[in-house]
């Protein structure tokens, strides 16, 4: 086990290394931040020989990239080119707000997919299931952002219920987030992955449902209750957690448009403020931290394969 975690740990690393070049080298061949810094480009050569000098960007790019890089490695992501803060710091202070969306959208989407794909998968060619698999695709096929402004017109302008933007009412005291904020982006990420992950589950269930030793222990009289959560939904574990490893990623960049539409103040807003002012050291991170998410999400994924089915990591003659 302890090899088969440390393997795919360093295959994570090498495939990092290979997206801060990646990375580095776009953010290269857009344009010249020296310029943008000092307003254009009818700036004299001098004034920008000076500014280049004082950030290091007249030197040549492959010790640009090992001077960037090494930084990055000690937590120093730069300087805003909008308000010259710290990158680390703006992404901190924006990453809580997105990991409470993303999180609880995440769990809500799980519970919502878990029992409707169990239902459905259970109920096959009833008419509960046809609805389940009708309310997923639907669920599936709208937009975040029309489902959002669908929302905020019926709770927030019809009825008033919930607030449309910000996560906690202006002027308060604390940080922390008003729960009647969260709904509506919540719900908003939370049904376009249910809809997908329901047909996923249901799927997977009804192949383990199909197998004769399911259809053995029914027949023993072992309640149906049990056969589906203690048997049959933990061999069905493998592709289910496929979906969730797939929908991390998606999600983290999923949330970019819905906090724009709902004013939350999280990473995908500074994403889109970032790309609007063309503050390449703030769109750099963000971007680092999305393959770091995704990678992470990837490699749990990996071990978890391994923790619910050990031949998972089995090559062909022996452990890897």
């Not at 950030?55 to 909008?82: C, E, R």
């Not at 680390?88 to 769990?107: F, Q, R, Y």
């Not at 259970?122 to 997923?136: A, E, G, I, M, Q």
Request: proline share 4%; hydrophobic share 50%; aromatic share 8%.
């Amino acid at each position: 086990m302890a090899k088969y975690i440390l393997k795919r740990v360093l295959i994570a690393l090498i495939v990092l290394f290979g997206i801060t070049i990646i990375d580095f080298a776009i953010m290269s061949l857009i344009g010249n931040p020296i310029e943008l810094m000092s307003g254009g480009p009818k700036v004299s050569d001098a004034m920008l020989a000076r500014r280049a000098e004082s950030m290091g960007l007249d030197k040549p790019v492959i010790v640009q990239y090992f001077n960037w890089l090494g930084a990055v490695l000690h937590g120093d992501f730069g300087y805003s080119y909008t308000d010259y803060l710290p990158v680390s710091n703006k992404i901190i202070s924006h990453l809580g707000p997105t990991l409470i969306l993303t999180v609880s959208a995440l769990i809500l989407s799980l519970i919502i997919a878990v029992a409707g794909g169990i239902y459905s998968a259970t109920h096959t060619h009833k008419t509960s299931d046809y609805v389940v698999v009708t309310l997923s695709f639907l669920g599936q096929s709208i937009p975040g952002f029309f489902l959002a402004l669908v929302l905020i017109y019926l709770f927030s302008v019809k009825l008033g219920w919930l607030p449309s933007n910000g996560m906690r009412q202006l002027g308060t005291e604390g940080t922390g987030v008003d729960i009647r904020y969260l709904i509506m982006p919540c719900i908003t990420l939370a049904v376009s992955m249910a809809g997908r992950n329901i047909r996923y589950i249901r799927s997977a269930m009804l192949e383990i449902l199909n197998k004769d030793y399911l259809r053995t222990a029914q027949a023993r009289g072992i309640g149906q209750r049990r056969v589906i959560w203690k048997h049959a939904f933990k061999n069905a574990l493998i592709p289910i957690l496929t979906v969730i490893g797939m929908e991390i990623p998606g999600l983290f960049g999923g949330s970019i448009i819905i906090e724009q539409v709902f004013s939350w103040p999280g990473l995908g807003l500074l994403t889109m403020n970032a790309v609007l002012t063309r503050d390449y050291p703030v769109i750099m991170a963000v971007c680092l931290l999305s393959a770091v998410v995704v990678l992470v999400a990837n490699l749990v994924t990996d071990i978890l394969y391994a923790v619910v089915d050990p031949t998972v990591r089995l090559g062909g003659k022996g452990a890897v």
